[in-house]
């Protein structure tokens, strides 16, 4: 943690949770995605979208401090911007259709890493954890960690409580062993995947309970063993890419 940022000294002073208005909101950003139309509305974005995410954010974090320390940073650090990025798509539709917020590992690049995923829609809210599109050095360290770790992981993901609550992601699976792997390893199935994680899907109404903070720290604790896991042999990965 950064040791200009404490959680329990940065307020934002709006509730940590969303109303209607945001719904209807992002409803009207999936109908109308251009500049022409958000401008105008951008008071609205800024207090309806903006200030309750970061407070949610904010509050969260500070609960962050007993499951996933090593994950703690400034709200306005974890909030995603809600622009795309057009420069090599098609769509030049110039925002998302969702706000996001991802808590990475400190020291990390933002998106590196192992962490925890938080996106609101107008038709859902979803939670996720686990380590998404990784960069080759951090893929290679965690096929290699499953090597000798795979019984772990497996406890991990099949356990009856994650299971009750979150689904496994799409893990974008290689069609066979990639080079330089055993074949028929134990660990096979796992090494094929390119990315490692859980996620479910709420409906967008929850986000505007007064419990979602609770709410989403039930879902993120209790993934906190496997995105550890996941991350435990990364940090090497990422020094030695900087090397």
């Given at each position: 943690m950064?040791?200009?940022?404490?959680?329990?000294t940065?307020?934002?002073?709006?509730?940590?949770h969303?109303?209607?208005?945001?719904?209807?909101?992002?409803?009207?950003?999936?109908?109308?995605?251009?500049?022409?139309?958000?401008?105008?509305?951008?008071?609205?974005?800024?207090?309806e979208?903006?200030?309750?995410?970061?407070?949610?954010?904010?509050?969260?974090?500070?609960?962050?401090?007993?499951?996933?320390?090593?994950?703690?940073?400034?709200?306005?650090?974890?909030?995603?911007?809600?622009y795309?990025?057009?420069?090599?798509?098609?769509?030049?539709?110039?925002?998302?259709?969702?706000?996001?917020?991802?808590?990475?590992?400190?020291?990390?690049?933002?998106?590196?890493?192992?962490?925890?995923?938080?996106?609101?829609?107008?038709?859902e809210?979803i939670?996720?954890?686990?380590?998404?599109?990784?960069p080759?050095?951090q893929?290679?360290?965690?096929?290699?960690?499953?090597?000798?770790h795979?019984?772990?992981?497996?406890?991990?993901?099949?356990?009856?409580?994650?299971?009750?609550?979150?689904?496994?992601?799409?893990?974008?699976?290689?069609?066979?062993?990639?080079?330089?792997?055993?074949?028929?390893?134990?660990?096979?199935?796992?090494?094929?995947?390119?990315?490692?994680?859980?996620?479910?899907?709420?409906?967008?109404e929850?986000?505007?309970?007064?419990?979602?903070?609770?709410?989403?720290?039930?879902?993120?604790?209790?993934?906190?063993?496997?995105?550890?896991?996941?991350?435990?042999?990364?940090?090497?990965?990422?020094?030695s890419?900087?090397?």
């Open positions: 950064s040791a200009a940022y404490s959680p329990a940065h307020s934002y002073h709006i509730v940590p969303f109303h209607e208005e945001a719904l209807r909101f992002l409803r009207g950003l999936r109908r109308n995605n251009r500049r022409e139309w958000f401008e105008p509305r951008r008071p609205i974005f800024e207090r979208i903006k200030a309750p995410m970061l407070a949610l954010i904010e509050a969260v974090t500070a609960g962050m401090t007993d499951y996933a320390p090593d994950h703690l940073r400034p709200a306005n650090r974890i909030m995603l911007r809600i795309r990025d057009i420069r090599f798509s098609a769509d030049k539709s110039p925002y998302k259709q969702h706000v996001a917020a991802w808590w990475g590992r400190a020291g990390m690049p933002k998106t590196s890493g192992a962490g925890y995923y938080l996106h609101l829609s107008g038709t809210l939670l996720a954890a686990g380590l998404y599109m990784p080759s050095d893929l290679l360290a965690v096929r290699r960690h499953l090597l000798t795979h019984e772990q992981f497996r406890s991990l993901i099949e356990d009856r409580r994650i299971r009750r609550l979150f689904s496994l992601h799409d893990p974008n699976a290689l069609t066979r062993d990639p080079k330089g792997f055993p074949a028929d390893h134990p660990a096979s199935e796992y090494i094929r995947w390119r990315q490692w994680g859980v996620t479910t899907s709420l409906p967008a929850t986000a505007l309970e007064h419990t979602l903070p609770r709410t989403v720290a039930a879902h993120f604790a209790l993934a906190a063993p496997l995105v550890d896991f996941l991350n435990q042999p990364i940090p090497q990965a990422a020094k890419a900087l090397l």
